[in-house]
């Protein structure tokens, strides 16, 4: 893609320098979403109905086993997406007309304890590993509905 022309899929969100730009106030909207729902980062969504449907990607960066050990050593990129509802918000309101719901964003951080954004992610563990696992949480994207 050609940023000068526009026709990167992500450009709205980039600088010239390729830096992340936030639509003003992102950061105080999104506070203010948690905050005026009651928002609790430790309780997943719930409806009544069935369960929270979470979906999955995967995408394997590198892999190499030792036959003789048995082991398998992977890495990858490991992507989920679920609906929030106490994270609905419509963009075009909150941010004006330069919002554009098929591919803007608000972008989180989910790790962060002390973060006043902190939102809700599902349990990931691996069964079989040898080591304790290494999950570097790289933030959640929180689209407008």
Not at 67 to 94: C, K, P, V, Y
Not at 100 to 107: L, M, S, V, W
């Given at each position: 893609?050609?940023?000068?022309?526009?026709?990167?899929?992500?450009?709205?969100?980039?600088?010239?320098?390729?830096?992340?730009?936030?639509?003003?106030?992102?950061?105080?909207?999104?506070?203010?979403?948690?905050?005026?729902?009651?928002?609790?980062?430790?309780?997943?969504?719930?409806?009544?109905?069935?369960?929270?449907?979470?979906?999955?990607?995967l995408?394997?960066?590198?892999?190499?086993?030792?036959?003789?050990?048995?082991?398998?050593d992977?890495?990858?990129?490991?992507?989920?997406?679920?609906?929030?509802?106490?994270?609905?918000?419509?963009?075009?309101?909150?941010?004006?007309?330069?919002w554009?719901?098929?591919?803007?964003?608000?972008?989180?951080?989910?790790?962060d304890?002390?973060?006043?954004?902190?939102?809700?992610?599902?349990?990931?563990?691996?069964?079989?590993?040898?080591?304790?696992?290494?999950?570097?949480?790289?933030?959640?994207?929180?689209?407008d509905?």
């Amino acid at each position: 893609c050609d940023r000068g022309a526009g026709n990167c899929p992500d450009d709205r969100r980039l600088d010239e320098n390729g830096s992340k730009v936030m639509y003003k106030n992102e950061y105080k909207f999104l506070k203010d979403l948690l905050d005026n729902s009651m928002y609790d980062s430790d309780e997943p969504p719930f409806r009544l109905g069935p369960p929270l449907r979470v979906q999955v990607g995967l995408k394997l960066t590198k892999a190499q086993l030792d036959i003789i050990s048995g082991q398998l050593d992977m890495s990858f990129w490991f992507r989920l997406a679920w609906l929030d509802h106490r994270l609905s918000f419509n963009g075009t309101e909150a941010f004006g007309s330069l919002w554009n719901p098929a591919k803007d964003y608000i972008q989180t951080e989910v790790a962060d304890g002390h973060s006043v954004t902190k939102i809700w992610i599902p349990d990931i563990s691996c069964l079989n590993a040898l080591e304790p696992e290494h999950f570097r949480e790289e933030g959640a994207w929180i689209y407008d509905a």
